[in-house]
Every structure is written in C-alpha cells, then in structure tokens.
C-alpha cells in the first residue's frame, strides 16, 4: 500500500518545494535570503489576499442564486402558472394579466410583430376567441428562468395546446420579464410553433 503523504506530493510537488523552500529561508539569516524572505512574504500574501476575495465572489454569487435572486426566479415562474391557469379557465383578461400593459409591450410570433398590449390582446381574441376557434388547454414546460439583476429576467420554455379534436400545437418561447412596483410583467414575448 501507497503512503498517503506520499501520494499528496506527488500531486502537488511544486507545494512542497515552497514549503521546504520557505521553512528553508525561514531559519536563515544572511542578508540574500532574507531579501528572497520578503519577496517569499510578498507572494504568498497576494496569494492568500486573492484566495479570500474569489471565495467572498464565490460565496456572495451562491446567496444571489439561494437568496434574492432565487426568489426572484420563484416569482418569475410562478406569474407563468398563474397565466397558464388563467388561460386554461379560458379567462384572456386574466391570462393578459401577466403582461405589461404598455404601448412598448412587444409580441413576436412567426413573422408577425405585435406592439402594445392592445395590439397583443387583439391577437389572443382573433385566435382563440373568435368564431370557429378555441383557446384549448395550455400547458408550460421546460422552463428555464435567468434572473438578470434586482428588475430583469428571461424565461425560455415550451409551450403545448391540447385542443378538444386531439390536436396537439406546440411550440417555444422566450420572454423578457422587468420588475415593477406591482410585481414581475412580460415586456416582450417571442413565441414560435413548431410546423
């Protein structure tokens, strides 16, 4: 059997000569070595100072995904579910809920650009509300939420219809979310199906 000390220097050889090396200069006190002292002082104090400031980075990044941000994304999904909802009891005003009620709102679906809330609630109503149409049962999936800072997001994610003729349209999306006094809101949605 291997000696586990062994095995520890042969992984990282060049510790272990700066160790022997610095226990070296250390004991010694001719005025050459005590000038590669410093120097020796000098580089492993950046090293330590370096070491603590990326694991501070490392850390504050972990409370930023557990902490806020994690509750941010929560949120973020859960307006998702409240509009799948909201569509599945055929309920478009509440479904538009979701949105930012806003001229700048932006609606992109296949080669089509809708600007406005309007102007996107008039698209939902043309396709599923009219006559000789209907809204089916929505359903999200794969959704995978970014929270970009304190008031901005993206979600990209798959969307499915399941229609009362056993059809089945589905298709992807990608939305930018802000945050605003009331909560998270859609400022633009590119949603595409699949053909």
């Not at 410093?38 to 850390?59: D, E, M, N, R």
């Not at 994304?73 to 478009?92: G, T």
Request: proline share 4%.
């Amino acid at each position: 059997m291997r000696d586990p000390s062994a095995v520890r220097f042969e992984i990282l050889p060049e510790f272990h000569l700066l160790v022997r090396n610095w226990c070296t200069l250390a004991k010694s006190n001719e005025p050459e070595v005590r000038m590669h002292r410093s120097s020796f002082i000098c580089f492993f104090s950046s090293c330590f100072v370096a070491i603590t400031l990326l694991a501070g980075s490392i850390k504050m990044l972990a409370q930023d995904v557990t902490g806020t941000y994690g509750n941010d994304a929560k949120a973020i999904e859960k307006l998702l579910r409240v509009q799948q909802d909201a569509w599945n009891r055929h309920d478009l005003e509440g479904f538009m809920g979701g949105y930012w009620n806003s001229p700048e709102l932006t609606f992109f679906s296949g080669a089509n650009e809708h600007d406005g809330w309007r102007a996107t609630m008039d698209r939902y109503l043309a396709t599923y509300s009219s006559p000789g149409h209907e809204m089916g049962k929505l359903e999200f999936s794969g959704l995978r939420v970014v929270v970009l800072g304190q008031d901005s997001g993206f979600v990209r994610g798959t969307w499915k219809l399941t229609m009362s003729d056993g059809k089945t349209p589905h298709g992807l999306f990608t939305l930018v979310l802000r945050k605003f006094p009331a909560g998270w809101k859609v400022v633009h949605d590119h949603t595409s199906a699949a053909e």
